[in-house]
Structures are given as C-alpha cells and as structure tokens.
C-alpha cells in the first residue's frame, strides 16, 4: 500500500502544482527577469542586462523612508491585532464555558472576513470623518471644541483599518492553538499554586505560540505587500513601498517597478522565515 | 520561580483562588471575565458598527451625503447604482465576479481536496509543494499580478478576467483552501478508509462512498472560502482582469471618483450577496452535522 501512496501523492498533487507553477513560480520568475532589464522609456522593454533599477532603488533616499513607512504600519498593526487577538481568543477559550457558545461567538467574529475588505474601508468614513459620528459625539458631549483632523485621512485611520480587517487573522490560529491546550495543565497549574497571571505567562502564552506566529506571517505579509489601504484611508498623505511600484506600472516603468517588487518579495520573505524558525507551522497545521 | 516551588503545600489551595480560577468550576466569575467581556463586546462593535453605518446611510434619499445625519429614506442610491453611467458598469461588474467566483470555487475545491488526500502521507517532495503554498500565500498580490501581467505579455496572450484572473485567484485561494482541508483531514480516521478497501471497495469507490461523505461539511467550508475569497480578491485581479472590471476592481474606481452614498449602496449590495453566501454555507455544515447526529445514535 505505502508504495502506491507514494505514486498517488504526487497524482493528487499534480493539479495543484498544474496552478502554482504558471501563477506563482514562473510569474515570480518573469519579475524577477524583467528587474534586470531596460527600459525604453515608453512602456516597452529592451532587452539587455542592467543593474540600473536596482542602483536606483538603492541609492534613492526615498526607498529608505517608503520601508520606513510600510514598516512602521506593520508594527502597529501587528502590535494592536495581536493584542486584540489574543485577548479575544482568549476570552473565547477560557472564558465562554459553552462550547457551543463560543463556537457561535467565533463565527460571529469571522462573517466579515468573508466580506468586501474594501467595503469595510470606506465604512470607517462616515464614523471618522470631520462631520463624522465620533467627532460629532465628542463636540456634543463638549470633550473638544473643533472637529479632531487627525482622525480620517491620517496614519490613524490606516492602522485603524488594517487593525479592522486583519485581527480575524490572529483570533483563528490563536483560538485553535488555545482550544487544543489541555484543560488539565491549566487546573495543574493551579492545584500548584499559579495565579490567573502566572498561568497566562507560563501555561497559555508558550502554548499558543504557534497560533501567534501563524497570525503573525498572515498580518505582516498582508501590510508589507498592501498598498490601496494606506491610499484611500490616508488621503495621499502616506505611502507604501507596493503604492510606489504600482504608480512605476501607471507610467509603464516595468523594470523599475519589478526591482521595487523583487526587494519586496525578499523583505517579505526574510520576515517570514524569521518567524517561521520559530515554530514548525506543518506540523501545527496538520494536528 | 516555576508554579512548581509555590506548591509548598499540596492540595491546599484555597477554595476562593479555585473560585476565580482561570476556567472556574464553580458558578463564580473571576473579575476578569467582565473585563474581557467588555473588550469582546468592544471589538464585535467595532467590526460590525462601521459596516452597519454605511447600509443605513446608503438608503438616504437625494439629498443624501456620506455622512450622518441619515436625509430622508428611500432607494435612491440603489437605482442610481445601477442606472447611472457615471457610476460604471455595475450590473457587467458584478456579473462578472459571481461567474469568476463560481470557477474559482470549483476549481479549488476540487484541487484543495486531492492535494489534502495527497499531504495525509508524506511524499518525496512535499516539503517543496508545501513551502511554494505559503510562498503562495504570503506573496505581495500586486507582484504576482504585475508577474501574471507580464508573462501573459511575453506569451502574447490578452489577459482575460475569466483566464489569467481565475489562475491569480486561485494562487490566493487554493493555498486558503488547501489550509482548510489539512484542518478538515487531521480529524479523519483512517480507519474508515481501511475498512472500506477490506469491504472490497475500489480506490474511487472509498473516495466517493467513504471521504467524501465524511468530509462534507470541511469541503463545504473549502467552497465558501474558495467563493468569497476570490469574490472580494483585488490586487491579484487589478493586472490581470484584461479590459473588462470585476466587481472589486468597480469599488475601488468608484472610491477614487465617486463621493455620494450610490457607493455604499453598491457596499450594501455586495454585502448582502457575501452573506446570502456565508449563510448558505454555514447553513448547509449545519444541516449536514444535524442530520449525522439524528442518524448515529448517541454513545
């Protein structure tokens, strides 16, 4: 039997690589190519080597501060969606004491990833804005005088939105990790003499752990690699390293545009592994 | 100082810190249940409230803005949506993504199911298909659709929504939807399978009679990821669509140009198709699971 499964692994795999390798690897690789090619100025490309985009991108003072930027938005948002996260899950977990409840309140938290992320945007703009929800409410309630500018349109509401759209991304594998940690660790724990906050630093945090890294590579890979999010929420005031590559394909700067994409991709993919060294995400998917 | 050295005396812990314990046994609320009541309650209100504003105000009358004060009640901005020029083309948009959605869901609960019967065993090789998903997943989606863009460009073929889209989305679905499915197999016991080939039962047989069945309501989530994950795809989509707008390629156009409520108007309606979808799928494990439970008796 063991070795025909062998033979049918790479059957049943088969249309699955029959997608990644022409959407995935050999698109990755066209960038890749084209970063090393000229360009002619009108949106065709030359074909002959350069490192010139690459220079470019090096030497521009600009790069520097788009990195900055992105990152400075990653940082946020993965500290504001863990923390959310983690709390949620947990309350979910220890806290709800019928199951099925908290199956019922999971769901209740995950319906509005399955809808428009840009829908769910916009929808911050009748609430942040200048004649906004919460503006109007803090004038009436007399806690400020003006309209606060700093709300819609501002680096805030960027993290505002991110924070909005991916905490789901830390509940799910933070719950599933939470939901798998053996009650009895946690009574043993007690019967040992642990306090609430002990048993959260020393039982619940390392293991859940694995969910937080999940959560982790879904919440940074989506920030660094997003660019319409900090565009529309920040009213053109901030940009983003995938916002600055996207305006080099509106001019057709294809090979400008590819450098930027391939340093991405590399950024992207050392953050990743650095997360990834730190837990074995096969095995916490698998169990 | 590990909980171990606090346990001086074993089996004396008071009744009071059991009471408030971490998973409280008796009827007693620890404090800090109320408290992250409290930030569970904020963060629910917080996800859908923002959302719920924009279907109030998108039946606004004329005289509508976009924000509140609501002026005056009426589908105004719904009939707009779908007969204003200005707007686009909504009604094409929208046809479109259902029908991209529609092949992307096949086409990726079909793959996500055989690559999960693939990953049940290891296999020479899988560390590599594994790793590619999550390259896959963790890509920037704007860098694949530019890379799709350009090779199709190099190929000389025009890129098409219901072509070089449906492979970009799937790059986006199929890893999410593969991901599912090893949460989905990693609860079911080989052993039926086994049973089934010692009854005689033919590969496809097991598959169709056995797996299938047992997995449905797992096959049915892989189906509402696959639709409304490429429903909603954007990035993916923006270079590789071809000439004709899908329907979130449609709002993002319409946030850039279009400032009255017809925009949350076309949120309301798109949502409600994500919901009517949502419900449909969870609607469907329920009954799946119910049925089971009237079916087995309890043990």
């Known amino acids: 039997m063991a070795a025909r499964e062998g033979a049918f692994g790479w059957l049943y795999i088969s249309p699955l690589m029959l997608v990644l390798v022409p959407f995935f690897v050999a698109p990755i690789l066209v960038v890749l190519a084209a970063s090393f090619l000229q360009s002619d100025g009108f949106g065709g490309i030359i074909p002959s080597f350069t490192l010139g985009s690459y220079v470019d991108i090096f030497t521009s003072g600009l790069t520097l501060n788009l990195y900055v930027e992105t990152i400075k938005f990653t940082v946020l948002t993965w500290f504001f969606s863990l923390t959310i996260g983690f709390w949620v899950a947990y309350f979910l977990v220890f806290h709800v004491r019928s199951p099925l409840l908290a199956i019922g309140l999971f769901l209740l938290c995950t319906v509005p990833f399955w809808t428009s992320n840009i829908i769910r945007m916009i929808s911050w703009i009748p609430l942040l804005g200048k004649e906004g929800l919460i503006n109007m409410a803090l004038i009436r309630v007399g806690v400020v005088r003006e309209p606060l500018e700093f709300l819609l349109f501002s680096s805030f509401s960027v993290v505002v939105a991110y924070v909005h759209q991916l905490t789901i991304f830390m509940i799910v594998p933070i719950f599933n990790s939470m939901a798998r940690i053996d009650k009895r660790a946690v009574e043993a724990a007690l019967d040992a003499g642990a306090s609430r906050f002990d048993i959260i630093r020393l039982v619940v945090l390392p293991l859940s752990k694995n969910g937080i890294a999940l959560g982790s590579i879904f919440v940074v890979s989506i920030v660094m690699g997003d660019f319409f999010v900090v565009k529309v929420m920040s009213g053109g005031g901030s940009a983003s390293v995938v916002g600055a590559f996207y305006e080099d394909i509106g001019v057709l700067q294809y090979p400008s545009a590819a450098a930027s994409a391939v340093v991405l991709t590399i950024v992207v993919t050392l953050l990743v592994t650095v997360i990834l060294r730190s837990v074995d995400v096969r095995k916490e998917l698998a169990r | ?299």
């Open chain 2, 1 to 299: 100082m590990t909980p171990a050295d606090r346990a001086v005396r074993p089996g004396a812990v008071p009744k009071a810190v059991v009471a408030h314990a971490i998973a409280p046994r008796s009827s007693g609320r620890p404090w800090t249940f109320y408290v992250l009541l409290t930030v569970f309650v904020l963060y629910v209100l917080a996800l859908y409230g923002p959302m719920i504003c924009i279907y109030i105000l998108s039946f606004q009358d004329v005289r509508g803005g976009l924000v509140f004060p609501m002026k005056g009640l009426s589908l105004h901005w719904f009939v707009d949506l779908f007969t204003q020029v200005r707007t686009g083309d909504v009604k094409g948009a929208f046809d479109r993504s259902v029908k991209l959605a529609v092949i992307v869901t096949a086409i990726t609960v079909v793959v996500s199911f055989l690559a999960g019967l693939a990953f049940r065993r290891r296999f020479r090789g899988d560390g590599i298909v594994f790793y590619l998903m999550i390259g896959s997943l963790v890509a920037p989606g704007l860098v694949l659709s530019i890379g799709v863009g350009l090779l199709m460009n190099f190929i000389g073929i025009e890129g098409r929504w219901y072509t070089s889209a449906v492979g970009a989305q799937l790059s986006w679905t199929l890893p999410f939807g593969v991901l599912v499915m090893f949460a989905v197999m990693s609860r079911f016991d080989r052993a039926w399978e086994e049973a089934a080939y010692d009854l005689g039962a033919t590969r496809w047989q097991a598959i169709r009679l056995v797996v299938i069945p047992i997995l449905a309501p797992g096959i049915v989530a892989v189906a509402l990821f696959g639709f409304t994950l490429s429903y909603d795809e954007f990035a993916r989509t923006l270079q590789t669509a071809g000439s004709l707008n899908t329907l979130p390629l449609e709002i993002w156009s319409m946030t850039l140009n279009v400032t009255s409520p017809s925009l949350y108007a076309l949120g309301t309606v798109t949502t409600i198709i994500s919901f009517v979808i949502i419900a449909a799928c969870l609607g469907t494990i329920g009954l799946i699971q119910k049925r089971r439970a009237s079916r087995v008796p309890a043990y």
